[in-house]
């Protein structure tokens, strides 16, 4: 079975500061990992997924296979970062598993 | 282009009654997706079409449930004998190609609320 875990459901950081989102994973095989962020009142998208190594909006996120974790990554935390952030799989099919999602606040 | 549409954005209903949701997936994607998003919760994996056939419908949660796409576009979620556990945000998504590292864009959601 393939799981994922955000261990927080609320994360509040002031403009500036760093911020850490955590995801860790459960699955068997070589997942691939998402993460997909919900602004206000806009649909679910695509921040970044583990493959491509991109750095999206100032946002980076590394597999850790021996930690099984992906956890979101921005050094200096922006007021248009608050948002409904989503640790997301794709194990050996199609489906996306999702974790239940972390609400980051970014206060001035 | 326009991305993943959802009809309608939201529906009231009244427990019993029957309902469809409708999903207009981005033109030329062959795979398309539904998901459930109860409250606090992430969405989670409904069913999965390639084409106008049902790859997948593990996730659909009993025989209340289905969905169809018979053109291999447009696909419609049907709900019967609806329950107020069936409250939830129903999010429909579409690929290009149903692979697992293919991006799946997600429409807006209906927000279904059995009374």
């Known amino acids: 079975a393939q799981r994922v875990t955000q261990p927080e459901k609320l994360l509040s950081v002031f403009k500036g500061a760093p911020v850490e989102l955590k995801c860790n994973y459960s699955y068997s095989g070589s997942p691939e990992l998402f993460w997909y962020v919900q602004y206000s009142r806009q649909r679910l998208q695509l921040l970044l997924r583990h493959i491509s190594r991109e750095s999206i909006k100032g946002f980076t996120a590394d597999l850790n296979k021996g930690e099984t974790s992906f956890h979101l990554k921005k050094p200096f935390a922006q007021e248009e970062d608050s948002a409904m952030y989503y640790c997301a799989l794709i194990g050996s099919n199609y489906k996306l598993t999702f974790g239940k999602g972390t609400l980051l606040t970014v206060n001035p | 282009g326009a991305g993943v549409s959802q009809t309608p954005s939201n529906k009231v209903t009244e427990k019993g009654k029957y309902v469809e949701l409708r999903c207009d997936p981005i033109s030329g994607h062959t795979a398309l997706y539904w998901y459930r998003q109860s409250l606090g919760q992430g969405p989670e994996f409904l069913i999965y079409f390639q084409g106008t056939g049902a790859a997948d419908d593990s996730g659909l949660p009993n025989d209340r449930f289905f969905a169809v796409r018979p053109e291999g576009s447009v696909s419609t979620l049907k709900i019967q004998r609806t329950e107020r556990g069936d409250s939830a945000v129903y999010l429909c998504?579409?690929?290009?190609?149903?692979?697992?590292?293919?991006?799946?864009?997600f429409g807006p959601g209906t927000r279904l609320t059995v009374l």
């Open positions: 998504a579409s690929s290009f190609m149903g692979a697992g590292g293919n991006e799946q864009f």
